[in-house]
C-alpha cells in the first residue's frame, strides 16, 4: 500500500533509523539557474512512499551545497547544508546559528525542517567555499548517505566541470 500524505516525524524517523534504502542509479547532473541539481530515487523493503534524494551545487560557490532525503511529494526528512547559513527559532529550545558553516535538519512534525544541529558524521567541510576539497562532493555524498541509512550501490559522477577549482575567475 503506498502513502503518498505527509509522513509524521515518527514516520520519517523510522525509515532513517529501520528501513533498508538504496541508491542504484548513477548520480546525473542538470544545469538550472546557476546550479548543478540531480535528483536520484531511493529504494527500499517495506518504504510505501516514494522517496528521492536531491543534491543541489552552487556553480559560482561549489563548495555550498545541499542534499536532502525527502518524500517526493513533500516532507523533507533530512537536509544537509554544507557552509550554509541557518538559524533555528527560539521556540525550538535551541539557539544556535550558522554563518556559511555546515549543519543538518532533521524533520521534526513542529518544526518540520526548521530545526537544526551541527553535524559530527561527515568528512571536513571548512575549505574555501570556491575551492572545496578534491573528491569533497562524493565523500560527503556517501557520509550523508550513510546517515541516513542509504546503501548507495549506484556511482557517483562529479557535475561537469570539476575540478571546480580550475575554472577561470573564481578566486578565495
Known amino acids: 500500500m503506498s502513502r503518498e500524505g505527509p509522513l509524521t516525524e515518527r514516520e520519517a524517523d523510522h525509515i532513517v533509523e529501520h528501513v533498508p534504502m538504496k541508491i542504484a542509479s548513477q548520480v ?54 554544507v557552509r550554509g547559513s541557518h538559524s533555528n527559532r527560539p521556540e525550538t529550545g535551541n539557539s544556535e546559528r550558522w554563518q556559511s558553516r555546515t549543519h543538518k535538519h532533521r524533520y521534526r512534525d513542529m518544526f518540520e525542517d526548521a530545526f537544526a544541529y551541527t553535524p559530527t558524521d561527515i568528512p571536513d567541510t571548512t575549505s574555501s567555499p570556491f575551492h572545496p576539497e578534491p573528491d569533497e562532493h562524493g565523500r560527503v555524498f556517501e557520509a550523508f548517505c550513510g546517515e541516513c541509512g542509504i546503501d548507495h550501490a549506484g556511482q557517483w559522477t562529479d557535475p561537469p566541470g570539476e575540478p571546480f577549482d580550475r575554472h577561470p575567475g573564481l578566486a578565495d
Open 28 to 81: 546525473e547532473w542538470l544545469e538550472h539557474r546557476g546550479f548543478w541539481k540531480a535528483v536520484v530515487p531511493v529504494t527500499g523493503a517495506g518504504v510505501t512512499t516514494s522517496l528521492v534524494m536531491d543534491l543541489t551545487i552552487n556553480k559560482q560557490l561549489p563548495g555550498k551545497y545541499t542534499m536532502q532525503l525527502r518524500q517526493r511529494s513533500g516532507v523533507n526528512i533530512r537536509r544537509l547544508d
